[in-house]
């Protein structure tokens, strides 16, 4: 899957403001730096318990608190459609409860199949609406449509076949406005 590069728009103050407003993290920088650290902590916990290899994916499981963002953020934004708002209503019910597919008890494997329908239930809405809405309502520190495209690849390459399909059967499901 490729994405094509965007061209940056001017956003009025207004916008801006409304954009703003809707900012669901608080830039302290004692939380900022606690968060990171925690990251760092976590991973190389993970990488020794697994090692590095099989602690691969893991990193991407960091990733679900900015994608929880990311996906409140777009419910929260007018230029997103009623379908798409149940749609990402659907993912971020998902993520938040404990009994899944892989149900979130089990230590790190737990979390794996809430990373695949984040990144899927994306590239879905990807695929579907303006791009500028899911970049303008990213915060992380990597470029969305990149990491996207990135995590996309290792889930194809390293997933069992059984859970994808399972994935993507409840995200179609999920999907009232296909395209």
């Keep these: 899957m490729e994405f094509e590069e965007l061209e940056s728009q001017e956003i009025s103050d207004e ?3 409304k954009i703003k407003g809707k900012i669901i993290h608080n830039p302290d920088e004692t939380k900022l730096k606690f968060y990171e650290d925690f990251r760092k902590k976590m991973t190389a916990k ?6 590095k290899r099989n ?3 893991f990193e991407y499981i960091m990733f679900l ?4 963002v990311l996906f409140t953020r777009l419910l929260l934004d007018e230029r997103v459609k009623t379908t798409d708002k149940a749609f990402i209503g659907g993912i971020i019910a998902y993520l938040v ?3 899944d597919i892989i149900p979130d008890f089990i ?3 737990g979390y794996v199949d809430d990373v695949v329908v984040a990144v899927y239930g994306l590239n879905m809405l990807l695929n579907k609406m303006e791009k500028q809405i ?3 309502n990213w915060s992380g520190d990597e470029n969305i449509l990149q990491l996207v495209q990135k995590i996309t690849a290792q889930i194809s390459n390293f997933m069992n076949k059984n859970l994808l ?3 993507r059967s409840m995200l179609s499901k999920l999907d009232k406005d296909k395209k």
């Design 46 to 51: 993970i990488q020794k318990m697994l090692g």
């Design 97 to 99: 409860m404990p009994f």
């Design 134 to 136: 899911i970049i303008d």
């Design 55 to 57: 602690a691969k994916g």
């Design 65 to 68: 608190p900015d994608f929880f």
């Design 15 to 17: 916008e801006i403001k």
């Design 165 to 167: 399909d399972k994935v």
């Design 107 to 109: 230590p790190v494997i």
